[in-house]
């Protein structure tokens, strides 16, 4: 089929490229003009294991080209996806600006050339904005308006993308369900076909959910550290259940990323307006806020103060196998550890460049090692593979003191205990 993707970021391009490996003839447009010059020269403006090789591939096949208009370099696609950010405006609740300035191009594309087609909302947006779009496209007969969110999780995106865990299609016509069936014929997962509503909804309410089983893990870790147990035996102990699951049961120092702080803001406003509570989803929130000062108050107190005292972190996107920094929990524990007085060294395999702007005061260093020297503390904050399979032995020599803060618990404990390291992990110790 004819797609066109409006947005390149990282599932406007995910979805590009994997619907480009599945046969279709895909069109990448972007405002970002050095982001569309870059595509068309093959390399990936973002850093996604696999992403850059398979976009070489398709775009040497010929399925995945890149362009700036819609109008001129679009007219061809019978299905054209919005991947445009919905990012946090400052009252909390979604910015549609990206997503309606897309609805007006595509107003234009039609009624310059009014062909069947299928709009389909991939950006991650309020219920009731499927239907806003349909409105603004109503007076288009051939035009269905489609909502199909996207799940994908960053640092396995294309993983995510070629093998999703379901694939949710709200929209309220035969013609528009059967349009995403062909487009989707080659993958290979449950589907849950609703309304444009309801597809809305499932989106936020995943992503609360799973924010909900974190902040929940990372509360009990405070009294987990309190009582002296271990909240990876725990949480292991309770993922065995198969009404629980092991998954998202990761104590650490919160979530971060363009996904989770944003959407579950944006829930609450929504419930707001409609004069409803969503106490446990504030509580969410608030754990997360507060994770990282409770986690650098125990290292000001095991290390009996922070003023002077050389700190290590290891990693800082907001997870590994990604150069994404929005939202990273390496931001706060950067600001209360220098704010405390400590003196800071830092390393990450992709990211350092992007925080180093924001704080230039810390020394960044161009691997583990290096920033490990003469450090009187480490403290994990990305569990990046390179800062987690380390050489025990040479990080103990090259440290002043053999001090281990695993803010992401996944260091192994047995080991680094054996070679005489000093061992605090979030909720274990
Ligand atoms: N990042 C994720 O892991 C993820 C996963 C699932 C859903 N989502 C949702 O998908 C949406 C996109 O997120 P992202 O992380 O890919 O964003 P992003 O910021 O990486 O990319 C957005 C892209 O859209 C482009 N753009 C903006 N306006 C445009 C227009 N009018 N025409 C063409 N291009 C335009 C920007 O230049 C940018 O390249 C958001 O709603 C997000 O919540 C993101
Ligand atoms: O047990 C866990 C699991 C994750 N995290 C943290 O949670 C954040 C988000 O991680 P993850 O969900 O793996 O990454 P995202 O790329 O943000 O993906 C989430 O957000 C996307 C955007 O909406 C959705 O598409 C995905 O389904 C959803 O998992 C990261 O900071 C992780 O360190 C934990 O602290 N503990």
Known sequence: MNVAVIGTGYVGLT??????????????????EEKVKQLRKKKSPI????????????VEQGTLSFGSSLADEAAEAEILFICVGTPESEDGTADLRYLFAAVEELRLLQQHDPRKRAVVVKSTVPVGTGDRVADLLREFASVHVVSNPEFLREGRALRDALNPSRIVIGADHAEAFALMDQLYERLSAEWVRTTRANAEMIKYASNAFLATRISFM?????????????????ARGMGLDSRIGPEFLRAGLGYGGSCFPKDTIALLQVAKEQGVSLGILEQVREVNRTQPSWYVQLMRERLQGLVGKRIAVLGLSFKPDTDDIREARSLPVLAELLEAGALVSAYDPVSA???????????????VYETLTDADAALLVTEWKDCVELQWDRVKEVMASPVLFDGRNAWPTQIVKRHGFTYCGVGKS
């Open 218 to 234: 990372n509360e009990l870790s405070r009294l987990s550290a309190a009582l002296g147990t271990d909240i990876e035996v725990i």
């Open 353 to 367: 460049e992007a925080v180093a702007r924001l704080y230039p005061q810390v020394r960044y260093a161009q691997d």
């Open 15 to 32: 979805t590009a490229v994997s619907l480009a490996l599945h046969g279709h003839r895909v069109i990448g447009i972007d405002v970002d």
């Open 47 to 58: 850093y996604e294991p696999g992403l850059e090789e398979a976009l070489e591939t398709v």
